[in-house]
């Protein structure tokens, strides 16, 4: 089976995205390589100077207080969410059911 004129001419056009794509790619890889081995020893080198310079202590042991706008976070959030959640429930599912008499979440059905 012989591919028609059209279908070369199809297929030429697709090679040469393909080929102009990989030749951009292999354009740009090799600066991303560099960024990449850049922030690699970068950071040995930052990790390297710490050891050496003794500046490497363990973490002490034992519980830290906790700020008191981090114990009021979560129970506000615990607040807020349970009373949005307990609008949710009315608005789409009880005050519908209460209107039409069905347990569908569409209007349209």
Not at 22 to 44: E, I, W
Request: aromatic share 8%; hydrophobic share 40%; net charge positive.
């Amino acid at each position: 089976m012989e591919d028609s004129d059209a279908d070369r001419r199809h297929n030429h056009g697709a090679t040469q995205r393909v080929s102009s794509l990989r030749q951009a790619n292999a354009r740009t890889h090799p600066v991303v390589g560099v960024h990449r081995g850049g922030f690699l020893t970068l950071d040995t080198g930052i990790m390297i100077t710490w050891i050496v310079r003794g500046q490497a202590d363990r973490t002490p042991s034992g519980p830290d207080a906790v700020p008191a706008w981090m114990a009021w976070a979560p129970h506000t959030q615990e607040v807020v969410f349970t009373v949005a959640a307990l609008f949710m429930i009315y608005r789409f599912i009880i005050k519908p059911r209460r209107k039409e008499g069905r347990r569908h979440l569409r209007r349209n059905a």
